[in-house]
């Protein structure tokens, strides 16, 4: 063990703190717990991005513990899984719990508070380190097994700054999830509204009060054409050139209205096939049905659309189609799509889809309605990820 000097001490520091940080192994920190379960104990599981959490909380779970074979950790011990160390599979629990052999528990000593340390392993430097300290011939197969672990160097500060630097992020963590948990029930409140708006359970009023018309049904053939855009080489896709929409983005990049797009081609590519403003975009293949089973109204003109997309442009509200395309008529295009290993979504088989549609009027003011909701989750979410960023800048700040 050894004194830090002043070049491994961190760029930002309370002021109250002026003692040198120390450099320590893992095993001067941690021991290993190797303690027997207890069947009367919960069990409890390592993940990539949320800790240490309840096994039944998970979507696939194990087979039942055996407590012979299970480990028991304690409240502040940090638990990782071996083979995803070197990804950050690292928590720290609250709780007494059982939890699978494949994990290895980290029982903090007396001057190390384990909160500080699981930022700590958070950092990017940390992830090298212990990827560098896995064994294994491929990624897959890597293993951090304690021994190693115990090997690998640590700086780190006298207890009190450790308990000052862990409260500061926890404060920041805090934050985290009550921002989250606003975008999850404004995102709950927009389906449910979705819900009654397209069912027309919750209907508009004209803007002199008057009662809107009831709503048409018409097949999406009688109200639009449909059309394909215009296949799209790797080549051709740059930084900076034509903006372009690809057929991947509609379900992984954008949601039922792009204002802003992210890719761009060559410019003077042939063959493109441009858009108007109002365009609504479906893909025509993809993995599965109910993953191609998406719309998104393109409101910028002249964007290159790329192939294994279907157009459609008629006299509608864009925007409304969308969220009505989306989230109310989802599973009824699924069962449009074909194929097995690639599906296919042709514009022959979406011209028959049956729809239910509201006069322009009353199409716009839903288009408004939803729009201002997502304008909410937006602000939201940049709230998040400026928060996100604040936190990363702090683990690179405050840490050595």
Not at 116 to 121: I, P, R
Not at 209 to 216: D, L, R, S
Request: aromatic content about 10%; some cysteine; glycine content about 8%.
């Amino acid at each position: 063990m050894g004194t830090v000097t002043g070049k491994y001490l961190p760029k930002l520091r309370f002021p109250e703190f002026t003692e040198p940080w120390q450099e320590k192994r893992g095993r001067e920190l941690f021991g290993n717990r190797r303690t027997r379960g207890n069947e009367n104990l919960p069990i409890y599981s390592v993940t990539l991005t949320n800790g240490v959490v309840p096994r039944d909380s998970l979507a696939r779970q194990g087979a039942d513990a055996d407590a012979d074979s299970h480990l028991r950790a304690e409240p502040g011990d940090l638990i990782y899984n071996m083979m995803r160390m070197w990804q950050g599979a690292v928590g720290r629990t609250d709780v007494e719990c059982m939890i699978s052999p494949a994990y290895v528990v980290l029982a903090p000593t007396k001057d190390v508070d384990s909160k500080y340390f699981a930022y700590t392993l958070q950092r990017a430097r940390s992830i090298y380190n212990l990827w560098a300290y896995s064994y294994g011939l491929t990624d897959d197969r890597l293993r951090l097994y304690y021994r190693d672990f115990g090997f690998i160097k640590f700086h780190v500060p006298q207890l009190p700054e450790q308990k000052k630097l862990s409260t500061v992020l926890a404060t920041v963590d805090e934050k985290l999830v009550a921002l989250r948990r606003q975008r999850e029930l404004l995102r709950i409140y927009k389906r449910g509204l979705m819900q009654k708006i397209f069912s027309q359970e919750l209907r508009f009023k004209a803007d002199d009060g008057a009662e809107f018309p009831e709503w048409e049904e018409k097949k999406l053939g009688e109200i639009a054409s449909l059309s394909k855009g215009q296949g799209v080489a790797k080549d051709d896709v740059v930084r900076h050139g034509i903006p372009c929409v690809r057929y991947g983005e509609l379900y992984t990049t954008y949601g039922e209205v792009i204002i802003k797009v992210t890719s761009s081609i060559k410019t003077g590519s042939s063959g493109c096939v441009t858009s108007l403003v109002n365009d609504v975009l479906i893909p025509s293949s993809g993995e599965t049905a109910i993953d191609i089973s998406t719309a998104s109204c393109l409101n910028v003109a002249n964007v290159a659309i790329g192939g294994d997309i279907n157009i459609i442009r008629g006299n509608f509200n864009g925007v409304f189609l969308a969220y009505y395309l989306k989230n109310f008529k989802r599973l009824d295009i699924a069962r449009l799509a074909q194929g097995i290993s690639v599906v296919h979504l042709y514009g022959s088989q979406l011209k028959n889809l049956k729809l239910k549609l509201p006069r322009l009027e009353e199409q716009q003011k839903i288009a408004n309605f939803l729009s201002a909701i997502d304008a909410k989750i937006d602000a939201v979410t940049y709230q998040i990820e400026k928060m996100e960023r604040f936190k990363k800048g702090l683990l690179q700040q405050m840490f050595v």
